[in-house]
């Protein structure tokens, strides 16, 4: 993240407004909500993940215990719990909040 100076880019009218509110400080300026992207969508974590746990529920189908899988995964069986109760869960678009 870079830092560019406000009176460099905003109107003088928008730095007298914001000197009202701070002055000499550095603030940070979010992006727009339309240009967020989601938490690892630029590393394919997300789609890591996604497989991964798939995996784990497939395998618990199966019968792998989850002691099992938290030996295999190398994650602990509270974590294995919580990803077979997310992955069983339907996806929100399918969910019905009657």
Request: net charge positive; aromatic share 8%; glycine share 4%.
């Amino acid at each position: 993240m870079s830092y560019r100076r406000a009176d460099e880019i905003l109107p003088e009218n928008i730095l007298e407004i914001l000197q009202t509110y701070v002055s000499g400080e550095a603030i940070y300026v979010p992006k727009k909500k339309e240009c967020r992207r989601r938490w690892g969508s630029s590393t394919g974590v997300n789609e890591t993940l996604r497989v991964r746990n798939e995996q784990i529920l497939e395998q618990h189908r199966n019968g792998t215990s989850t002691k099992e899988l938290a030996l295999q995964y190398y994650l602990t069986e509270k974590s294995i719990q919580r990803i077979l109760r997310e992955m069983k869960k339907p996806p929100i678009e399918q969910r019905s909040f009657d």
